[in-house]
């Protein structure tokens, strides 16, 4: 019998006994054929590898993610996620579903890859509703039923509205929710779960919720899993303390690996081999490691086709030089060999083409000073102001006194920092204006419309100079991210498409970005990871305190804060 492939010399991962074995193994048409010792006589290959005692893993499955924030379009990000053994996605278009709506959708969908890409339908577009955020489309009841007869959709994406999910039977959500669960009652329903304990959490899950992928702690990890819902762990919550919870009570079987977010300046270096190294060094064993990156997610997604190396699924797998430190020699996808270590990052043939007016997206009233003063009467006030913290996306609601001066709002000399948030699609011109602290040390500005999930144009800086230029730059780009410090540009990265994503080289992109990452930490911008941090100031569904073109919300009760609570 003639088989295309055949490995010998191999360090198989067993998934089912989570041990290495030397085996040889045989692939046919795409697939594991056999994998064993014996019984190889009668077999005869196109092609034979000898791996040399090298490491085989299956391919990587990374089950929630977004490829927009990876700042690149389905083919181009699927070229690089292959280099770091990542052979199948899920992912939740959401955030090209705030922009384009389903239009948007549609054209990532349409994007041919080498990659297998599937896709969760985008339940929270908005994140909470249009009278909190105005985002350029929506996706309603119409919009899920068409998606839900596609294909290359697997999931119901992250249900977020809290207050819609508990307190709203009539809400988007539920109706969401209870319609995909009526169309197909077995499909995962993913969720944005942070924070929620007890009769709440009780409340997400009895309306069809089953995952939770936000940030998270021992205590809501050993919650979460023994209340019966699915734990996805990504950067942020790989921690000792996490790994350790996990290890106690065996978790293995409720829990997978997944990125949700990986920059592109960080996909230069990894993906979700990245977490999957990072969970090892937390003292999770490369077995249990590589068991929930590959097999947890497959069956999470009700995958039968992948997720080991067993006759008869697809033959999606790697070669590692060294297990403990997951270098890569080789990654095969159906079979084919797509990546060699020390090969450059490949590109698609022909560049992703979108529509025209995706590349002409941005319609925003260009700022003047006049715009920047906040007038009103008295000696000072106090203010409700929205605390970063050095790790995660989460922040705090503090209240600080402000000075006034000559009847406007003296902020340049707060301490504090100015943030703007403006409507960018041309809908309804909103603007809305908060205070930050624990944001710049420095005289400058950071603009983006990378803002999530909404990616209206977010500007925030110390002085009325730095956020006019950096304003005035991202417009001007149509989108993307810039730093200014001291009137003089000092980070700069280009996202025309939609504002969110650009087909430039992921190695000038990641340059770029990595630019504008030292910027911001140059103006005394400190978080774990500055980008997400920044651009998740405006996501009204993380905790406590965020803002949108229509306003400060608390995101817990969804009531609207004013910036001045008191004049004094």
């Known amino acids: 019998m003639e088989i295309d492939l055949i490995v010998k010399h191999a360090q198989v991962y067993n998934t089912f006994l989570k041990t290495f074995e030397q085996k040889t193994v045989a692939i046919l048409e795409g697939k594991f054929f056999y994998i064993g010792q014996k019984d190889l006589e009668g077999l005869t290959a196109k092609q034979v590898i000898d791996a040399k005692g090298k490491y085989m893993i299956p391919g990587l499955i990374d089950i929630h993610m977004h490829i927009e924030s990876s700042m690149m379009p389905p083919s181009i990000f699927s ?8 052979t199948t996605i899920v992912a939740d278009a959401h955030e090209i579903a705030n922009v384009f709506g ?4 549609q054209s990532f969908m349409d994007e041919k890859t080498e990659m297998d890409i599937f896709y969760a339908v985008p339940s929270s577009v908005p994140s909470t509703t249009n009278v909190m955020e105005t985002t350029g489309g929506t996706i309603g009841l119409n919009e899920v039923r068409e998606l839900l007869a596609s294909p290359q959709i697997i999931a119901l994406g992250e249900a977020m509205n809290f207050k819609g999910i508990v307190s709203e039977p009539d809400s988007l959500i539920r109706q969401i929710l209870k319609e995909t669960q009526q169309v197909d009652p077995f499909i995962p329903i993913e969720g944005h779960v942070p924070r929620v304990t007890g009769i709440d959490l009780a409340k997400f899950q009895f309306a069809g919720i089953t995952a939770d992928h936000t940030q998270q702690t021992p205590e809501s990890i050993y919650e979460k899993i023994s209340s019966g819902m699915f734990i996805e762990l990504q950067k942020k919550s790989i921690n000792k303390e996490n790994i350790d919870m996990i290890k106690q009570y065996e978790f293995y079987e409720y829990i997978a690996l997944v990125t949700d977010d990986i920059i592109v300046d960080d996909l230069l270096k990894g993906h979700l081999n990245a ?11 490369v077995e249990q490691a590589i068991y929930i990156s590959t097999y947890t997610p497959a069956r999470r997604m009700r995958f039968q086709d992948r997720g080991a190396i067993a006759a008869g699924l697809k033959a999606d797998f790697i070669l590692l030089d060294d297990l403990n430190k997951l270098i890569i020699s080789e990654v095969y996808k159906d079979g084919q060999l797509k990546y060699q270590k020390e090969d450059t990052f490949d590109y ?49 609601h503090v209240q600080r006194m402000v000075p006034i001066r000559d009847g406007v709002l003296d902020w340049e000399s707060s301490g504090l920092a100015l943030i703007l948030v403006m409507e960018r699609y041309g809908k309804n011109g909103a603007i809305a204006f908060g205070l930050v602290e624990n944001a710049l040390t420095e005289k400058g500005a950071i603009a983006t419309t990378w803002a999530h999930d ?11 100079m730095d956020i006019l230029k950096a304003q005035h730059k991202v417009l001007e780009m149509q989108g993307g991210y810039v730093v200014t410090r001291e009137g003089k540009l000092t980070g700069c990265c280009p996202l025309p498409i939609g504002g969110i994503i650009t087909d430039a080289p992921i190695e000038k992109t990641g340059k770029q970005l990595k630019e504008v990452r030292q910027a911001m930490k140059d103006l005394g911008y400190i978080n774990t990871n500055e980008i997400m941090s920044f651009s998740t100031l405006s996501l009204p569904v993380s905790p406590v305190l965020k803002i949108t073109d229509q306003g400060m919300f608390d995101v817990r009760t969804q009531v609207q804060i004013p910036l001045i609570e008191e004049i004094k």
Not at 79 to 86: E, P, S
Not at 102 to 105: A, D, F, Q, R, S
Request: aromatic share 4%.
């Open 79 to 86: 070229k690089a996620g292959l280099a770091h053994g990542v």
């Open 102 to 105: 389903m239009e948007g959708i």
């Open 348 to 396: 698609p043939e022909t560049k992703p083409v979108f529509p025209a007016h995706f590349y002409q997206s941005i319609d925003c009233k260009k700022l003047g000073a006049k715009d920047l003063i906040i007038k009103v009467e008295g000696e000072k006030a106090l203010c409700n102001v929205i605390r970063i913290q050095e790790k995660g996306t989460f922040t705090e």
């Open 454 to 464: 909404h990616h209206n144009l977010m500007v925030m800086g110390t002085s009325a």
């Open 275 to 285: 977490n999957v190294q990072l969970a090892i060094d937390c003292g999770m064993s």
